[in-house]
């Protein structure tokens, strides 16, 4: 069936940039997104792409898509310590309107 | 009002007990699902509805879990006879139909069962 892997953590240092990596299975997907959760809250949308885009920018982050090997990376440039959140990848096959979910991805700050 | 509400925000309760959980959707939204997530786990789907059409109920865990959605407005989710495997937050979202994938989250409830 349809699978989303990321890794569990990312640590990285105020100011330098993050990559959160997703891998998925479906090759039929339409969108992909990459949604935040910051502690306490509820997933709130960070950002989508259509399958049919490699890139996608919005200010600080950045959204590449690699269709051929199914991966799908998010970038944030000068990361601060509000980016401190579970970050979750996830896909809609193309016949479904079920979102695939990754388990999410913690990015720690170092100071 | 503007975003997803859920309530209770916090529940306790004791082992054997029932629970209900409300969601009020964004006004509009045709879809509403139902999400579990246990402490620092992923999400786990549990529960579907699409405006008037019969709900996927394909990730309800057990039978003690059933849940309720009145047209395009507000659903509740019961637990019966609760266990504490079943602490968790539930989190609920609502969507759209022309864009089915850009959930929109409430909070959640907190639901611990001692």
């Known amino acids: 069936g349809e699978d989303v892997e990321q890794s569990l953590f990312l640590s990285v240092r105020e100011g330098d940039s993050s990559v959160i990596n997703c891998t998925y299975t479906d090759s039929s997907s339409t969108y992909l997104y990459w949604y935040k959760q910051e502690p306490g809250a509820g997933l709130q949308l960070l950002t989508y792409?259509?399958?049919n885009m490699d890139m996608k920018q919005d200010q600080r982050l950045t959204v590449l898509l690699n269709k051929k090997d199914k991966h799908l990376s998010l970038r944030i440039a000068d990361t601060q310590t509000g980016d401190s959140a579970i970050y979750f990848c996830?896909?809609?096959?193309?016949?479904?309107?079920?979102?695939?979910w990754g388990a999410g991805t913690k990015l720690i700050i170092k100071p | 009002g503007a975003g997803v509400s859920q309530s209770p925000s916090n529940k306790v309760t004791e082992k054997g007990k029932d629970v209900e959980l409300r969601c009020d959707p964004i006004?509009?939204?045709?879809?509403l699902y139902w999400y579990r997530q246990r402490l620092g786990q992923g999400l786990e789907f549990l529960i579907y509805?699409?405006?008037?059409?019969?709900?996927?109920k394909s990730g309800l865990p057990s039978d003690r879990f059933s849940a309720e959605r009145t047209g395009e407005s507000v659903s509740t989710l019961t637990i019966q006879r609760t266990q504490q495997e079943d602490s968790a937050v539930y989190l609920c979202?609502?969507?759209?139909?022309?864009?089915?994938?850009?959930?929109?989250f409430g909070e959640g409830s907190r639901l611990t069962v001692l």
């Open positions: 006004s509009g939204h045709t879809a």
């Open positions: 792409i259509f399958s």
């Open positions: 979202a609502s969507s759209s139909a022309s864009r089915t994938g850009e959930l929109f």
């Open positions: 996830a896909e809609t096959p193309d016949s479904n309107y079920q979102l695939i």
């Open positions: 509805f699409q405006g008037n059409s019969a709900p996927d």
